[in-house]
């Protein structure tokens, strides 16, 4: 089993900056890729960027330039940061943190980021 927590939403200006963590615990060797998604109200869950066992990183092209993924390996922890800059309106949504597991997806519980205008 994998559990994974976020933390670090809240409430930013346009423009503005924050910062996501994601901790997974459990049996994260068994983690194949992680990533972070979003919903706003109304629309379905996107992919908002991805990280691969790899190494390999993809964003959605309406984050690019602006988010960046990464992640740290610690002793039966993983954590996975979401740097998101230059924040817009439409970045408003709940961010989910996601695992791949064994073929089987996790999701953390979300953490809310409000941009406002």
């Known amino acids: 089993q994998v559990q994974l927590v976020e933390s670090g939403g809240g409430l930013v200006q346009a423009g503005g900056s924050l910062r996501l963590s994601c901790t997974a615990t459990?049996?994260?060797?068994?983690?194949?890729?992680m990533g972070w998604y979003r919903q706003a109200p109304g629309k379905q869950r996107e992919l908002v960027a991805g990280?691969?066992?790899?190494?390999?990183?993809?964003?959605a092209d309406s984050v690019k330039g602006r988010f960046t993924i990464s992640r740290d390996n610690a002793k039966n922890t993983v954590y996975l940061y979401l740097q998101m800059n230059n924040l817009e309106p439409e970045d408003t949504a709940v961010y989910y943190c996601?695992?791949?597991?064994?073929?089987?997806?996790?999701w953390g519980q979300g953490t809310q980021v409000t941009v406002s205008s």
């Open positions: 996601n695992a791949l597991v064994r073929g089987v997806t996790k």
């Open positions: 459990g049996s994260i060797t068994s983690i194949i890729a």
């Open positions: 990280f691969h066992s790899i190494g390999r990183t993809n964003y």
